[in-house]
């Protein structure tokens, strides 16, 4: 414990934010981040949107694969369910926020259903299993073309909530930071909570987690039902901030960027989550100024960049395995320790 951080109540100890230290930064970093949507250009706005909502995926991977241990491949289908279904309710007249609830809902019964294969599968089958049913998703986008408009795609209604609609980037910032604050948070306290501590013991040693007296199959399928929801909402908010859906936008490729965000972030961390998301979702987007630099010498690396996107992505999960397998919540721990222990080395 350091000096002088000590806890004399119940409530205290339970905080979410522990320090005033603590407190004081993350207010900075609000009041600094808001005035920085507030005055910057919409391509920043963008960004900083495709962060919030990748976060909000993230967490619902995360709770999955990080804290339960259940490899889950097949996130770009609940997706892509939760974009499709909040689309399709609001094209049909039901209210925004009805709507984005109940493509949670139908979500997290996906989840729920795509779960019980978890209770006899686990390791490398219920990766294949999961891995198929995002392939599935994408199959029936494809040809149920009666209700998602097939390989054409599919437009999506603005968000609107109380007459105001939020159609423009910086607008959209006001309607998902706040969710994606709530998500944080209730993620931090779902993680300390019975059922956190339950996931984690079951990702640890299920047979002795199982011995006392743990679930194996209630926790394994909640685990699936939490995650998904999760994931409903984020993809409800993909496709209401894009305005277009398609089978495209929900492909293998956004599976493995969101494996790739949590292993690089940091498996079962919710910082680390939040690290993971931002850094993956922000090096597409520098990488795209890539072909630009070999157009002309090496256009062979030009036509093959999208395949080149994979192979970067799998090498970065390698390297953090390898060197830091905390990803970048290991690397932020270790910083901090280091100033926190300076000028002494021990």
């Not at 009805?98 to 979500?107: D, E, K, N, P, Y």
């Not at 097939?150 to 105001?164: D, H, K, Q, R, W």
């Not at 293998?252 to 079962?268: E, F, W």
Request: proline share 3%.
């Amino acid at each position: 414990m350091r000096s002088g951080d000590f806890k004399t109540s119940y409530r205290e100890d339970i905080a979410i934010l522990q320090t005033t230290f603590v407190k004081v930064c993350i207010g900075i970093f609000i009041v600094a981040l808001v005035g920085a949507v507030l005055i910057a250009d919409n391509y920043f706005i963008y960004i900083v949107n495709l962060c919030a909502i990748a976060t909000i995926g993230a967490l619902g991977l995360n709770i999955i694969t990080g804290l339960a241990g259940q490899i889950s491949i097949g996130h770009a289908g609940f997706l892509a369910i939760g974009a499709y279904a909040s689309a399709l309710l609001l094209k049909n007249g039901v209210p925004f926020l009805i709507s984005i609830a109940l493509a949670g809902f139908i979500t997290t019964i996906s989840g729920f259903i795509v779960g019980i294969p978890s209770l006899r599968l686990k390791g490398l089958y219920l990766a294949i299993t999961t891995f198929a049913f995002g392939f599935v998703v994408e199959h029936l986008a494809n040809i149920w073309v009666s209700l998602t408009n097939g390989a054409n795609g599919l437009m999506v209604l603005p968000a609107s909530i109380l007459g105001f609609t939020f159609d423009s980037d910086r607008s959209f910032f006001f309607l998902v930071f706040p969710i994606t604050i709530l998500a944080v948070l209730y993620t931090r306290n779902l993680v300390r909570s019975k059922v956190g501590r339950a996931w984690i013991a079951i990702r640890d040693r299920d047979i002795a987690a199982q011995t006392m007296g743990i679930s194996l199959s209630w926790y394994k399928l909640s685990a699936f039902a939490v995650s998904s929801f999760y994931a409903g909402i984020a993809g409800a908010l993909y496709g209401h901030y894009m305005q277009f859906i398609g089978p495209t936008h929900f492909e293998l490729y956004l599976s493995v960027q969101y494996l790739a965000m949590i292993i690089i972030g940091g498996l079962g961390s919710v910082l680390g989550t939040i690290f993971g998301a931002v850094f993956m979702t922000i090096l597409p987007e520098l990488l795209k100024y890539i072909p630009d630099l070999f157009r002309q010498s090496y256009p062979v690396i030009v036509e093959r960049f999208a395949d080149i996107n994979l192979i970067l992505y799998g090498m970065l999960i390698m390297l953090f395995v390898i060197i830091e397998p905390k990803g970048l919540y290991g690397i932020w721990n270790n910083v901090k320790t280091y100033w926190r222990m300076w000028p002494y080395t021990h």
